[in-house]
Every structure is written in structure tokens, then in C-alpha cells.
T-cell receptor
Framework: AQSVTQPDIHITVSEGASLELRCNYS??????LFWYVQSPGQGLQLLLK??????LVQGIKGFEAEFKRSQSSFNLRKPSVHWSDAAEYFC????????????FGKGTMLLVSP | KAGVTQTPRYLIKTRGQQVTLSCSPI?????VSWYQQTPGQGLQFLFE???????NKGNFPGRFSGRQFSNSRSEMNVSTLELGDSALYLC??????????????FGPGTRLTVL
């Protein structure tokens, strides 16, 4: 069955430290991959996406993500975290259904300590 | 260009009532999708509309319905509200160009509380 897994429910990172949020998917082919961020009480903001081509994609706010086909992963990274990055991060996958339909992971809550 | 807008932002209803939520997509976007977000189930796909037709539907009961108008604006309706319908309802729009991979852009959501 098609699924998206974010294994970390919560992550705490010190301000200025690097960050990596994990995302794995289960699918027989390469899907379309997205990372969204949600601040409390807000909607989802698109950080970056991967459709094809270069497996390292750059997004907004200094985020990047790397697609690894062999590991069915699309991990989100940032070299230096700022306090304003504290939010919930969602990995989302379009399994090429032909429709605009996303399957989301359960989310990872990022806490930033001073 | 204005983003996706949703009205109302907050809504309080009682069990058994019905509710209608509205979504205006980004100008030029033809597809509108709806998602329900709850602490227990996370983000779940409700349905997607394109050219006034429902193209895809998630695993929700028939109490959840929607429609899309000729200007791509969409409404979703929930009848006979239950406590478990309390959630943040998110709308997303996309260009839906034929043969092109799509990106969905989300609105701020409508927070529905059922008492």
C-alpha cells in the first residue's frame, strides 16, 4: 500500500545547529514529493518540491531536501536553524494518481532551544 | 497575486447541524482539493474538484460533500455534524494543467468546532 512515514514526532534542535527531518514513502515508482511547514493555527506553506531531475532541491527559507531512490527517502535539511523555524513540518507525496491528491505523513514538530 | 482564501476562519456549531465552508482558489487555478486535519488522524484528503466535477474522493462518509462553481470557487458541506468533525479544514488549489505535474497551494483553513 502507498504510505508516507515521518518517524520523528518531535525534534528539538539548538538554535544555530543543523537540522534533518526524515521522510520515507512506500511506492513502486518515483512519486512527486513535497515538504510543507505549518505554524500554529495556520495553513500549510510549501517549502520545496521534487518532480524529477537533480535529486538535491533547494527551497525557501534556506531549506533543502535530497531524494534518494534507493532508500525511498526525501529528507529535509537546514544547515543552521533559527528560532523562527519552530513549527510543524509535513512531508507529502503525490502518488501520480492523475488527480491533485496528496498523502501526508503525520508531521514532525520542530522545537528550537536557545 | 492573492493566495487561497477560506471563509469563515472559525466556526462553532452543535451536533446535528450542518455547515458550509467556502474556498476561493488562486486566480487561474482550476483544481480545488479539501483536506481535514485532526490531532489524531493528521491530514486526510476529502475530495478534489476540477471544472465543476468531483474527480477524486477520500474515505469519508456521505455527510461530507462539496461542489465547485464555474469561477473555480468551491464549497464543502458537512451535514448532521458529529463531535468528531471538529477539525481544521484546509483547501488547496492548483493549476491542473493537462499533462503537467501539479503543486498545491493551501489556504489558512477553517477551524470548525462541534459542541
Amino acid at each position: 500500500a502507498q504510505s508516507v512515514t515521518q518517524p520523528d514526532i518531535h525534534i528539538t534542535v539548538s538554535e544555530g545547529a543543523s537540522l534533518e527531518l526524515r521522510c520515507n514513502y512506500s511506492y513502486g515508482a518515483t512519486p512527486y514529493l513535497f515538504w510543507y511547514v505549518q505554524s500554529p493555527g495556520q495553513g500549510l506553506q510549501l517549502l520545496l518540491k521534487y518532480f524529477s531531475g537533480d535529486t538535491l532541491v533547494q527551497g525557501i527559507k534556506g531549506f533543502e531536501a535530497e531524494f534518494k531512490r534507493s532508500q525511498s527517502s526525501f529528507n529535509l535539511r537546514k544547515p543552521s536553524v533559527h528560532w523562527s523555524d519552530a513549527a510543524e513540518y509535513f512531508c507529502a507525496v503525490d502518488f501520480d494518481s492523475g488527480y491533485s491528491t496528496l498523502t501526508f505523513g503525520k508531521g514532525t514538530m520542530l522545537l528550537v532551544s536557545p | 497575486k492573492a493566495g487561497v482564501t477560506q471563509t469563515p476562519r472559525y466556526l462553532i456549531k452543535t451536533r446535528g447541524q450542518q455547515v458550509t465552508l467556502s474556498c476561493s482558489p488562486i486566480s487561474g487555478h482550476r483544481s480545488v482539493s479539501w483536506y481535514q486535519q485532526t490531532p489524531g488522524q493528521g491530514l486526510q484528503f476529502l475530495f478534489e474538484y476540477f471544472s465543476e466535477t468531483q474527480r477524486n474522493k477520500g474515505n469519508f462518509p456521505g455527510r461530507f460533500s462539496g461542489r465547485q462553481f464555474s469561477n473555480s470557487r468551491s464549497e464543502m458541506n458537512v451535514s448532521t455534524l458529529e463531535l468528531g468533525d471538529s477539525a481544521l479544514y484546509l483547501c488547496a488549489s492548483s493549476l491542473a494543467l493537462k499533462g503537467a505535474t501539479d503543486t498545491q497551494y493551501f489556504g489558512p483553513g477553517t477551524r470548525l468546532t462541534v459542541l
